[in-house]
């Protein structure tokens, strides 16, 4: 007996049939006479249609009203699945982010919770209720209410097992753990029974949406462990903690990352200082940069090429437009159909020899690398958006090959 925080996808609530599979893993846990705290996202794509919707009306829509048009979709949700459980004939009560106590910055879509005072959900289980909260939002000072970055209901599920010492965090969603890859990109994934937190924050933050990475910060933070596992069978998941029994594996993943978008200033007038002007402009307007290179200077000039995310593209291109007069007569030129692909592993820092192997899957492949990052636990390439699928399949299968397995 204790206190479980169960959260569950949107495909895990797509529909009526889905809906009730959930109230039964919920209900199952409770009648064993747990007290349950649940976290839900919107169904399906709701979230998807609500943006749509949103940016057919006004392309330019302030992002408040945004906030406030998609916390919506888990309002419906946590409703949905209440009445669910009610009708199972279970006590249980719907929570909205701010009801729940969350408390955020005011950076609409993409909020980061300041403080989580859990009081109302204590009482509802000192009630015997089964609590039921919609992931993803809060409200910030100003009264309005907030969303935390797409994914961000793992976030909000985390934060309040973090804060109610909760003995359990399931992560209920649409495959059966964390994979070396995709599951549904590469069919010859495996299941990991374990990972670390600094792997599985480097492959969340480098595309493998499964966690949201600020979920797998937060539990490191906090220690709290946490099982991501499938809501429609029930196989074993895989479990998130820090120290793990790696089964002698050089990596843990391959990640893609197709939301990002490469920049280059060309011609940039190579003396002292400029980096510094373009990255500090950059990040004084809140746009993170990624890879970045820089070309050796010849002729008085050199060019600087960075990566940033989709949505900040816009944004960065207008930063530089203002930077004209000060970075010379470069020329600014973009692409966006680019990807990330990343290999991660704690494995390989004390193996050298690893970025060969998969600049050689590459090679095999014939995929051309344009850029090239490295940290002590990852390594990222930047290439072709057409060519990610296959490079990401080309990589899997040079680490994990059969034989391996
Ligand atoms: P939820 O709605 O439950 O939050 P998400 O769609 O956010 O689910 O995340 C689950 C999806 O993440 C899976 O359907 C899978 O396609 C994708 N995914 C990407 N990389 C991985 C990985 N390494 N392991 C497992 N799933 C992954
Ligand atoms: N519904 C939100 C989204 O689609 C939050 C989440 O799913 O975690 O991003
Ligand atoms: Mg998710």
């Known amino acids: ?26 209900t199952r846990k409770y009648k064993e006479g747990n007290d349950i705290v649940v976290v839900v996202s919107a169904q399906g794509d709701t979230t998807d249609d609500l943006l749509a919707q949103a940016y057919d009306i006004n392309p330019d829509a302030s992002r408040r009203e945004v906030d406030m048009l998609i916390t919506a979709g888990e309002q419906m949700s946590v409703a949905l699945l209440a009445m669910a459980i009610e009708k199972l004939g279970f006590p249980v009560v719907s929570l909205l982010g701010w009801q729940a106590g969350f408390t955020t910055s005011s950076t609409y879509g993409g909020a980061r919770i300041k403080r989580l005072i859990p ?45 109610m010492h909760a003995d359990l965090c399931q992560i209920y969603t649409d495959v059966e753990g964390v994979y070396t890859a995709d599951p549904r990109k590469v069919p010859n994934a495996r299941k990991l029974a374990e990972i670390s937190y600094d792997e599985m924050l480097e492959l969340a933050t480098l595309g493998a949406q499964v966690l949201n990475n600020r979920s797998v910060e937060m539990a490191k933070k906090y220690n709290i462990e946490l099982e991501v596992l499938s809501s429609l069978t029930r196989a074993p998941g895989t479990i998130v903690r ?42 004084s307007k809140d746009i993170n940069v990624d890879i970045i290179l820089q070309s050796i200077g010849r002729n008085g000039t050199k060019d600087i090429t960075f990566t940033v995310t989709m949505e900040k593209l816009k944004e960065a291109l207008a930063v530089l437009h203002d930077l004209a007069d000060l970075i010379g007569t470069s020329e600014v030129v973009y692409d966006e159909d680019v990807a990330k692909v990343s290999i991660v592993g704690a494995g390989m820092e004390s193996h050298p020899g690893v970025a060969a192997e998969m600049f050689e899957a590459l090679f095999e492949a014939q995929v051309n690398i344009q850029m090239i990052a490295t940290s002590e636990i990852k390594i990222s390439v930047l290439i072709d958006e057409k060519d990610a699928d296959r490079a990401v399949a080309a990589i899997h299968s040079k680490f994990f090959s059969p034989d391996e397995m």
Do not use: C, H, W
């Open 1 to 26: 007996m204790g206190l479980i925080v169960q959260k569950f996808g949107g495909s895990s609530v797509a529909d009526k049939e889905r809906i009730f599979n959930v109230a039964d893993i919920i």
């Open 242 to 283: 820090e120290a793990v029994k790696m089964e002698k594996m050089l990596i843990s993943g391959v990640a893609k990352d197709s939301n990002v978008a490469r920049i280059s200033v060309i011609g940039v007038p190579d003396k002292p200082g400029l980096a510094f002007t373009i990255f500090s402009r950059l990040s």
């Open 119 to 163: 009081d109302r959900i204590r009482k509802e289980l000192d009630k015997k209720n089964i609590v039921v909260v919609a992931g993803f939002q809060g409200i910030n000072r100003y009264g309005d209410l907030t969303t935390l970055g797409r994914g961000g209901s793992d976030t909000s599920a985390v934060a309040i097992a973090s804060v």
